[in-house]
């Protein structure tokens, strides 16, 4: 038994090792992966814009007069804001705010109607997700569109706080102040790297895991790769291990970037955010694997990889929010995009610490992609050996 277990260890082990050197010597494969994902990194989080619409937001009305009411029927009415969720308290305002269901809170307190009439500057506070901070800032500038208007058409008049500056908009008695949780300042950078490691990390995965089998079937060795004493799964398990490997040292590489050079925080625990980095690019891997079974050239396979990359981008909730997807089958698609969960999670642990409970119920979904993906290429395997 443990004379066929170590047998087994070896046998796997040396095609570990294969792999590490068919990547390592091909120069082409080693500028591969590191040089694009440094590229990209920079290019992106400069490059980048982004765009929000059909926005929901929470509501807690603390005042619920004819008056706080009809500020918050202009802000239902307009043509920028989807759905407004009515809260109870601050704990489920916040909780809806830490799970990403809304964009953002308007939190109006109970003196509101009473200061407005006397002209003593009430106050609608205006809490937004500094996660999203491109979102963050349409969505202030919005609430104070709003808010001038309605000052426009109400006889105490108003006064909102432009949320990219500090200088009041004279106008009024209503004055709305704008705090963002989670990036205070509305750094761009902070939203754009917290994603960025997954997509980075994704893109170079899942086209090492391409490249593997199609380099294998034109140099003609896939096939003495099947008759070796070598079984699909640890064939698998092989061809598994170096993309991961490099996949997560590029991880490292953005994240000490994001520190040093983009000065970014890490909030939350890092032990927990590479154990969810590594089942999400197990997942990916799965994906390359299959992508590599239905190409026969490294260029097939490339363009395969090209073809999964993009849409995945897009699906994700990266360059738009997934509820902007139009049409509504597009957003039912997002749910087998692993890409749409994990950077919930980067964002989540990088920006605001969020908890072991609230990383898992993003990480089972990809969990069960894995384990489709994986068995999928499995099965390709065995499928070559019958």
Known sequence: MLNNIKTRFIRLFALIIKEFYSVWRDPKSRSLLFLPPIMQLFLFSHAATLDIENIEIAVLNEDSTPISRE?????????????????????ELKDSLDREKVRGALYIKND???????????????????R????????????????????????NGITSVNPNTTKPLKGGDIQIRTRNWYNPNLYYHWFIISSLVGILSMSMVVLLSALSLAREK??????????????????LFGKLVIPLFFGVI???????????????????????YFFALIIFLMSV???GLFISSL???QQQAMLGVFVFMFPAMILSGYSAPVENITPQFLQNLTIINPLRFFLVISKGIILKNINFCDVMLNLIPIIFITIFTLMIANF????RLE
């Open 380 to 383: 390709s395997f065995k499928s």
């Open 71 to 91: 500020f918050l029927n202009r802000v239902s009415s307009s043509k920028y804001f989807k759905k407004i969720t009515y809260v109870k308290n601050l704990k």
């Open 250 to 272: 590029d991880g490292i590489i953005i994240l000490i970037a994001a520190k040093y050079v983009f000065s970014m925080p890490f909030e939350g625990n890092i032990f927990l």
């Open 295 to 297: 190409c026969k050239t």
């Open 218 to 235: 034109e140099s003609g060795t896939f096939d003495e790769l099947l008759v070796s004493p070598l079984k699909p799964s640890e064939i």
């Open 132 to 155: 999203h901070t491109n979102g963050s800032q349409i969505i202030g500038n919005y609430l104070s569109e709003i808010a001038l208007n309605f000052s426009a058409d109400s006889p």
């Open 112 to 130: 509101f109607t009473k200061n407005y009439q006397k002209k003593k500057g009430a106050e609608i506070e205006v809490i937004l997700d500094g």
């Open 285 to 287: 891997v799965g994906i």
